[in-house]
């Protein structure tokens, strides 16, 4: 079963910047596609970002496409999220996300497993 711990959210104001970590504890975490989503209070999960197994293949939702990069590493079994140019928008908790398949998908419903999630926090 895999297992998804992420960190790196917090404070932060409006233009600043934050590196989201996923670390998965499942030695072949190549095998499985991945994704960061986000949600606020009273919302639906929403797509951000989604890699698949061998990084090839990148997506993200029109509200970060420019600002926010995702990257994977294989050999460290670590999922990450650049965010620049913050904006009080992107206020959220952000979840990284493991799909038991080698393709990429926008829907939460076709991700398997979930880390709990980190605030992250944009002051204007």
């Known amino acids: 079963q895999m297992q998804l711990a992420e960190s790196g959210g917090g404070p932060v104001q409006a233009g600043g910047s934050l590196r989201l970590s996923c670390a998965a504890s499942?030695?072949?975490?190549?095998?499985?596609?991945m994704g960061w989503f986000r949600q606020t209070p009273g919302q639906e999960r929403e797509f951000v970002a989604a890699?698949?197994?061998?990084?090839?293949?990148?997506e993200y939702a029109g509200s970060v496409k420019g600002r926010f990069t995702i990257s994977r590493d294989n050999v460290k079994t670590m999922l990450y999220l650049e965010m620049n140019a913050l904006r009080p928008e992107d206020t959220a908790v952000y979840y990284c996300a493991a799909r038991a398949d080698t393709g990429i998908a926008h829907a939460a419903s076709m991700f398997d497993f979930w880390g709990q999630g980190t605030q992250v926090t944009v002051s204007s």
């Open positions: 499942d030695r072949i975490f190549g095998r499985y596609a």
């Open positions: 890699i698949s197994w061998g990084g090839g293949t990148i």
